[in-house]
């Protein structure tokens, strides 16, 4: 394994600076920036277009972490729900990162709240645990490395100082998360030595890794904006999810790809070259065009939302619709039946349980689907303690109930089988408590009855409910009932869809 910083492919030789330091004051000396908000490094690269594949590339390294990659496949919903994941985690990181100190130490808390959530054994028995420091030591060390590489990728590497400026905010953020400043090396030569020695020897192949190289850039589901032009969608992924997945192959550090077996790519590197420096061209355009809040927004936008860019969407759609109609009128190939337009009252039941139950996509029911459907909610209303904690706890004590009543042959989890033979008609006092949590959380000025602006917080669409006489309210009969009817599997819902369906 090399030692020295200048060997590092992403430290530029002499731009690695030697500094006589208190390992007690890490970066003590660097120039003195903001570290969060507006004038900070990071807030300067997170609005860069190129950051999306920055994002792509540490997510890569994460994953190839053996607890990370073990957390990923047993808790995470990347594989079913890849959208809802990247604007959460990229709202987390503008929390985290932005110049709201309240803000930052309420997602912190939050964070927190749900790492220690975050544990348990991999297939081999090793055991996993998301607080673990070296972890998250690790996941910074990712972004932080993945935003310096790439700007090398894009031809302008960057100088010394602002290395080391980009350095101290991110052991800002783990000092904001709680975590000793030392779990990251104090000085970049030395985070460049642990760099070299995590991706040399600590690092590998995980199944989580070949997920998101071989099957999710190829399988990817529509975004909520595309669902309903599955044609165009698939045409966009068959061309751009091998690019993408190419690219990152190529950018991943020469030692790890070579240890792990990746291939190499004829052409890749000229290929991820190109990608950041012509994906960099977009910084050039007027301010306003490329907002990452906006584009995270728009990609997890519901068909059936109030926000004005959804009706604009929906007409773009359906004049596509109707192209697509005259184009099958002219050509001898059979129409094919448009999956928005199935008027179908309810889902099968096996339909049911991956579209909505199986949050992590591994083909079964149990804890971690639950928690996914607990954390999402929690996410989406803002929870603090302790209704966030009752939450959990109403999805735990349903996961009990359902575990006795369907797991017949007693392997811990629930399949698709075991469901489809008993849940159907399974609404139990455990799912009712779920709603009434959920209820209340949802009513957050506590006075019995959900208005259009908290309908909105939790489902992120206009107030569709006939309200007539009612004062545009939602009743807290009428709300446990439309979710144990949803969750049941009894009747469809667009709200509920939006919630617990979509990608």
Same mark, same amino acid.
């Given at each position: 394994?090399?030692?020295?910083?200048?060997?590092?492919?992403?430290?530029?030789?002499?731009?690695?600076?030697?500094?006589? #330091?208190?390992?007690?004051?890490?970066?003590?000396?660097?120039?003195?920036?903001?570290?969060?908000?507006?004038?900070?490094?990071?807030?300067?690269?997170?609005?860069?277009?190129?950051?999306?594949?920055?994002?792509?590339?540490?997510?890569?390294?994460?994953?190839?972490?053996?607890?990370?990659?073990?957390?990923?496949?047993?808790?995470?919903?990347?594989?079913?729900?890849?959208?809802?994941?990247?604007?959460?985690?990229?709202?987390?990181?503008?929390?985290?990162?932005?110049?709201?100190?309240?803000?930052?130490?309420?997602?912190?808390?939050?964070?927190?709240?749900?790492?220690?959530?975050?544990?348990?054994?991999?297939?081999?028995?090793?055991?996993?645990?998301?607080?673990?420091?070296?972890?998250?030591?690790?996941?910074?060390?990712?972004?932080?490395?993945?935003?310096?590489? /790439?700007?090398?990728?894009?031809?302008?590497?960057?100088?010394?100082?602002?290395? #080391?400026?980009?350095?101290?905010?991110?052991?800002?953020?783990?000092?904001?998360?709680?975590?000793?400043?030392?779990?990251?090396?104090?000085?970049?030569?030395?985070?460049?030595?642990?760099?070299?020695?995590?991706?040399?020897?600590?690092?590998?192949?995980?199944?989580?890794?070949?997920?998101?190289?071989? &099957?999710?850039?190829?399988?990817?589901?529509?975004?909520?904006?595309?669902?309903?032009?599955?044609?165009?969608?698939?045409?966009?992924?068959?061309?751009?999810?091998?690019?993408?997945?190419?690219?990152?192959?190529?950018?991943?550090?020469?030692?790890?790809?070579?240890?792990? *077996?990746?291939?190499?790519?004829?052409? *890749?590197?000229?290929?991820?070259?190109?990608?950041?420096?012509?994906?960099?061209?977009?910084?050039?355009?007027?301010?306003?065009?490329?907002?990452?809040?906006?584009?995270? *927004?728009?990609?997890?936008?519901?068909?059936?939302?109030?926000?004005?860019?959804?009706?604009?969407?929906?007409?773009?759609?359906?004049?596509?619709?109707?192209?697509?109609?005259?184009?099958?009128?002219?050509?001898?190939?059979?129409?094919?039946?448009?999956?928005?337009?199935?008027?179908?009252?309810?889902?099968?039941?096996?339909?049911?349980?991956?579209?909505?139950?199986?949050?992590?996509?591994?083909?079964?029911?149990?804890?971690?689907?639950?928690?996914? /459907?607990?954390?999402?909610?929690?996410?989406?209303?803002?929870?603090?303690?302790?209704?966030?904690?009752?939450?959990?706890?109403?999805?735990?004590?349903?996961?009990?109930?359902?575990?006795?009543?369907?797991?017949?042959?007693?392997?811990?989890?629930?399949?698709?089988?075991?469901?489809?033979?008993?849940?159907?008609?399974?609404?139990?006092?455990?799912?009712?408590?779920?709603?009434?949590?959920?209820?209340?959380?949802?009513?957050?000025?506590?006075?019995?009855?959900?208005?259009?602006?908290?309908?909105?917080?939790?489902?992120?669409?206009?107030?569709?409910?006939?309200?007539?006489?009612?004062?545009?309210?939602?009743?807290?009969?009428?709300?446990? &009932?439309?979710?144990?009817?949803?969750?049941?599997?009894?009747?469809?819902?667009?709200?509920?869809?939006?919630?617990?369906?979509?990608?």
């Amino acid at each position: 394994m090399t030692d020295t910083a200048s060997s590092h492919p992403t430290s530029t030789g002499s731009d690695a600076v030697e500094r006589d #330091e208190d390992p007690a004051q890490p970066n003590s000396g660097t120039p003195s920036g903001p570290r969060f908000g507006p004038g900070s490094q990071f807030h300067r690269f997170s609005s860069d277009p190129r950051w999306a594949l920055a994002m792509v590339r540490a997510t890569v390294l994460e994953a190839a972490h053996p607890q990370i990659g073990a957390a990923l496949i047993d808790n995470s919903t990347f594989v079913a729900h890849p959208w809802r994941r990247l604007r959460n985690t990229f709202l987390s990181l503008q929390r985290m990162m932005g110049a709201d100190d309240h803000a930052r130490q309420r997602e912190a808390a939050r964070l927190n709240r749900l790492h220690a959530r975050l544990n348990g054994t991999d297939a081999r028995n090793h055991p996993y645990d998301a607080m673990d420091p070296e972890v998250r030591a690790w996941v910074i060390a990712t972004l932080f490395e993945s935003t310096v590489t /790439m700007c090398r990728l894009s031809g302008q590497p960057l100088e010394p100082t602002t290395i #080391e400026e980009l350095y101290a905010e991110f052991q800002a953020f783990l000092a904001a998360m709680g975590d000793q400043a030392g779990h990251l090396p104090p000085t970049l030569q030395e985070f460049w030595r642990y760099y070299d020695h995590m991706v040399e020897e600590e690092l590998q192949n995980t199944e989580a890794l070949r997920i998101i190289l071989y &099957k999710l850039f190829d399988h990817l589901p529509a975004p909520p904006v595309l669902e309903g032009l599955p044609t165009v969608w698939a045409a966009g992924r068959a061309l751009a999810g091998p690019v993408i997945g190419a690219i990152t192959v190529a950018s991943l550090p020469e030692p790890f790809r070579r240890r792990a *077996g990746l291939p190499e790519i004829p052409g *890749g590197q000229a290929l991820t070259h190109s990608a950041y420096l012509a994906i960099g061209l977009a910084r050039f355009l007027p301010d306003g065009w490329i907002q990452p809040e906006a584009v995270a *927004g728009l990609l997890t936008l519901s068909s059936d939302s109030d926000d004005p860019r959804a009706r604009t969407i929906a007409a773009v759609r359906d004049g596509m619709k109707r192209a697509g109609a005259l184009l099958r009128l002219i050509t001898p190939l059979p129409a094919q039946p448009d999956p928005a337009e199935a008027t179908a009252p309810r889902r099968s039941a096996e339909e049911f349980f991956h579209a909505v139950l199986d949050q992590t996509g591994d083909g079964y029911l149990d804890w971690p689907d639950l928690a996914a /459907m607990a954390r999402e909610l929690s996410s989406r209303l803002d929870l603090d303690e302790p209704e966030e904690t009752k939450l959990y706890h109403a999805y735990a004590d349903w996961w009990k109930e359902l575990q006795a009543a369907l797991d017949t042959d007693g392997d811990g989890r629930i399949s698709e089988e075991e469901y489809a033979a008993a849940v159907p008609s399974l609404a139990g006092p455990a799912l009712i408590r779920v709603a009434e949590v959920l209820f209340d959380v949802t009513d957050a000025d506590g006075n019995g009855s959900i208005d259009a602006d908290e309908y909105r917080a939790l489902f992120r669409t206009g107030f569709r409910r006939d309200t007539v006489g009612a004062g545009e309210t939602y009743s807290r009969s009428a709300f446990v &009932k439309d979710f144990l009817s949803f969750m049941s599997g009894r009747q469809r819902s667009s709200a509920y869809d939006s919630l617990l369906t979509e990608a």
